[in-house]
């Protein structure tokens, strides 16, 4: 399918009952057991099913599979917070005395809590340069866990080449987490160019209407050992979703594409305006050809450049 059709339709099936087009709000914490056995095969996972919101609920069940389908990936969390989603993959595979290695342009939330939250927890973050990438694998030792990248760094609007990246975590033997916020799956897919784990601040272009706070993971590979533990984490931590969260969502998703293709179309238009101003001495956009990941940008994303720009 085309990437509008999933923003549109994947993960929903017509209600049988009530033949319902839209995905219904499942606003409910518990659900009902055909009997006593019914219940403990749901518990045991012998049999599908929902048992609790905390755990699964089918209206976030929905969004978790466009999620999925948009990014090209086999499962998705649906979690509180962007920041919620980055702790949720880090946590689960870290634990005292090991280090990520992370690109150093990021977003101020995540370095914050890589350079300040982390090491209260024994856990340290090593910053390299994005297009450093023999210091990038000189800084991965045994304790390293994971490396960590933004597709599109904010706000410095910087590109990372992720297949290069992916092969550096690989050749450790390590996962590499990108988060795709920025980008959006529309624009780019990095499980496509080897990332294992991709998270959003679904609050921003995700949803698309400031309604919201919200975050998501998506997987590549549903049989990984991590996969399974970012799903016990959070199930037990519990910065869940709500449904009518996720019924947000997936409305928002809907115009995902639209939006996106007119972000970029206006991010462009505006970075020429401003490299021609007199008062402005840089632009940085990735769309611009003086940028110094044009021809990356060009390589790896699809549709435009996204909505970003610094200047």
Known sequence: MKMETLAVRAGFHVDPTTKAVVTPIYQTTSYAFDNTQHGADLF?????????????????????????????????????????????????IT???????????????TYNF?????????????????????????????????????SVGNPAGNIVDIARLAEVAHQA???????NTVATPYLWRPIEHGADIVMHSATKGINGHSDVLSGALCVADADHATWRMIREDRDMAGAVMAPMEAWLLTRGMRTLPLRVREMSRNAMALAHYLSDHPQVETVMYPGLPDHPGHALALRQMTGGFGGLMSF
Do not use: Q, W
């Open 44 to 92: 045991d996972l012998k049999v599908p099913g929902n048992i609790y919101t905390r755990i699964m609920n089918p209206t976030n069940a929905v969004l978790e599979e466009r999620v999925a389908a948009m990014e090209g990936g086999v499962g998705a969390l649906a979690v509180a917070s962007g920041m919620a989603a980055i702790e949720y993959a880090l946590e689960t």
């Open 114 to 150: 890589f350079a300040h939250s982390l090491p209260r927890r024994g856990i340290e973050a090593r910053f390299v340069s994005h297009d450093d990438f023999a210091a990038l694998a000189a800084a991965i030792d045994d304790n390293t866990k994971a490396v960590f990248c933004e």
């Open 95 to 109: 634990e005292v005395g090991d280090n990520i290695v992370t690109t150093s342009k990021l977003y101020g939330g």
């Open 173 to 179: 033997g390590v996962p590499l987490i990108v988060d």
